[in-house]
């Protein structure tokens, strides 16, 4: 791999961070540059397994996971395979896998959203086609499993499928409760828990079962991948709500238009009850900002500023981050292990 193909590709990552402050982008730096060539190779791998005997699907495959991304997946995956010893080259297979299946997912999300717009470009459904996407996700799932038990990871594999279950689970609760403006916290964190985490806390037990770890140090990395995938989603539902088109790629109050109750809303209602008929004239209207819309986003960016709301929001993310640094305290001193508290400081110091 070239030196400019090198450059281009972490150029790609940091340029998807959705704007973050300094701080931030400092700590993401320092838990990316450790494990820079393993994630070079996870892009390379993941270019290289997109084939189809079908025309135009490896290029419709390929186009969400060539527009980069974060790859916080990847990344978790190779920083805790060399956290825990592994010396091999299979955690390659394992970082890429699950950047194939969040790949995955995304596509089946736009289509259900019906979304026009993912990391500031069009979504792939609205270029090629809903049913088609569909298929393709389905598609790259099945080359995930393919990846892995061709490799012989059948323990591994078999901790995919319960992650998959739980991930599927977790986006019919989230319909299930779509447009529900009495949905609970309780039920809006355990949507998250199995729709994002779940996927988290694979990234980072495959590691090491890999590295043939004990039971009770995978138990311990699944916890620190439950942790951080908890904290990273109640974040970028935070940023749904504060942050600008520029900044996240998308619509502001997108998933609120798609009728998602998130943490930032339910907190938002519990204070003030009395907008509840704004937000749901907004959520019939759509995310049109020349009219309602702009009223909307004023009332819950002003919202939340407040320091009691503001609190409500942002005391699990510390307790999750908290306790994502508390689970790793066995793991032997090394560089990785400080990426991986690089990457909880990261979350920590993002601009939501």
Known sequence: MSLQTTSSFLQVVTDHLQA????AADFFQKSFTPVKPDLEKVELFLRQSLQSKVEGVPQMMAYLVESGGKR??????????????????????????AELLHTATLYH??????????????TANSIFGN??????GDLMLAHSYALLMGGGYFEISQALSNTVRQMVEGEILQLQCEGDLTTTPEQYLEIIQDKTASLFAWCAMAPGMLAGQSSAMIESLNQFGHHIGMAFQLVDDVMDFSSSRETMGKIPLQDLFEGKITLPLIVILKHYPHIRPEIERFMMRGPSLSDSGAGVLNVLKNA????????D?????????TQA???????????????LFSLVDFLANRDY
């Open 72 to 97: 916080v997946r990847p990344l978790v995956s190779c920083l805790v395979a060399h956290a825990c010893g592994y010396h091999g080259n299979d955690h390659i297979v394992v970082a890429s896998v």
């Open 20 to 23: 973050p402050q300094p701080d």
């Open 304 to 311: 939340l500023s407040e320091k009691a709301i503001l609190e």
């Open 325 to 339: 640094k508390a689970v790793l305290g066995d793991l032997p001193p090394s560089v990785y292990k400080d990426g």
């Open 109 to 122: 999300d736009d289509v259900v959203d019906n979304s026009k717009l993912r990391r500031g470009r069009q």
């Open 313 to 321: 929001i942002k005391n699990p993310i510390r307790l999750h981050l």
């Open 131 to 136: 049913k088609i996407m569909v298929l393709a």
